[in-house]
Nanobody, 120 residues
Framework: QVQLVESGGGLVQPGGSLRLSCAAS????????MSWVRQSDGKELEWISS????????NYADSVKGRFTISRDDATNTLYLQMGSLVPEDSAVYYC?????????????RGQGTQVTVSS
């Protein structure tokens, strides 16, 4: 079955960086668009980035554009999110999801999440 396992979250100071990873299994990873979404306390899930098959097309929400970079390694079935210039508003549980910007919700496949806390 489809499994998505995120890792790399933690506590980081404002202005710092983190790299999240998502290990995918149970499906042919290279043929799927993939996304990162996040959920802050009391808020709805927010899409933040997607990458197409092959990794050439990447899209970002305005809130993270220029600070976050999505990438993928089809050889190891791993999705990444490099986060920089972090601010407290980036604190959230981060999930990787199968699907692109318009399809991740309907795919129904999302990992268990990894907590990112930005605080001094």
């Amino acid at each position: 079955q489809v499994q998505l396992v995120e890792s790399g979250g933690g506590l980081v100071q404002p202005g710092g960086s983190l790299r999240l990873s998502c290990a995918a299994s149970g499906f042919d990873f290279r043929y799927y668009f993939m996304s990162w979404v996040r959920q802050s306390d009391g808020k709805e899930l927010e899409w933040i980035s997607s990458i197409n098959t092959g990794g050439r097309i990447r899209n970002y929400a305005d809130s993270v554009k220029g600070r976050f970079t999505i990438s993928r390694d089809d050889a190891t079935n791993t999705l990444y999110l490099q986060m920089g210039s972090l601010v407290p508003e980036d604190s959230a549980v981060y999930y990787c999801a199968q699907g692109g910007r318009s399809s991740w919700e309907s795919s129904g496949y999302r990992g268990q999440g990894t907590q990112v806390t930005v605080s001094s």
